[in-house]
Structure formats: C-alpha cells, structure tokens
C-alpha cells in the first residue's frame, strides 16, 4: 500500500502534524510523539534516531539542547510514523538502559502555556 504525505492542521494543540493518506480515503494515520527522558547528556539526535529506528519508521528525533551553552538538557521527543510502532516504542524502551541511564518513554503532552517571563519590566 503506498502512502503519501499531507500536511494538515491539527486541533490536539501541536500545530501542523504530517499525515499519510492511504489507498482509502478512511485510513488517514497520524504521527506519533513520544517523550524521552533520562537521557545521558552524551546523547544526540542521530543517536536517539538509530535507537528507536529499531522499532518502526521514525518521522523526528530531537534531544533538547540549552540554546546558551548547547548542552542536552537530558530529555528529547521521537515522533514515530503511526500509533502502534510509537507503542511497541513505549513497551521496548521504558526503563532501558541507554548508556548507563533508564529511559523514561511515554506520550507525549501538549505544552503547558508560560507565565510572562518580563522580570519586573512594565512597560
């Protein structure tokens, strides 16, 4: 079955999520973003790449770096091609071992909306 890409509008609060459009017009599938946590902070996007490519077709792997020193900040996402790979995912990493370190991998949430971060300026 040959699948190809649409982008589209989501209202889970992600934005614009790729979907694959299938053969039938019913079987629409939506990536998958799952949370990483514990990571070591040797860890990179091509290494969490190889590591969860193990269990399906991976759309993204991002580690979350400091944007001043560049440092991991010991957590990243991994959006898989489709639900079930994003669970056998979830089953095969949560509380492995990566490099010394148990994984903490579950669904990802929506991002919590921030406080005004002004520090006092009122303008």
């Known amino acids: 079955m040959l699948c190809s890409p649409v982008l589209l509008n989501c209202v889970c609060g992600h934005g614009v999520h790729n979907l694959f459009s299938c053969s039938s017009p019913k079987e629409v599938y939506m990536s998958k973003k799952l ?32 944007r001043e020193t560049g440092r991991s900040k010991g957590f990243g996402f991994v959006e898989m091609t489709n639900d079930t790979e994003a669970q056998n995912a ?3 990493f949560n509380g492995a071992q990566f490099d010394g370190r148990a994984m903490t991998v579950n669904e990802a949430r929506p991002m919590e909306p921030r406080q005004n971060r002004s520090f006092g300026k009122r303008y």
């Open 35 to 66: 949370y990483v946590g514990n990571l070591p902070f040797s860890a990179t996007d091509q290494t969490l790449l190889e590591t969860f490519s193990q269990c399906g077709t991976i759309e993204s792997a991002k580690v979350i770096t400091d």
């Open 90 to 92: 979830i089953a095969k």
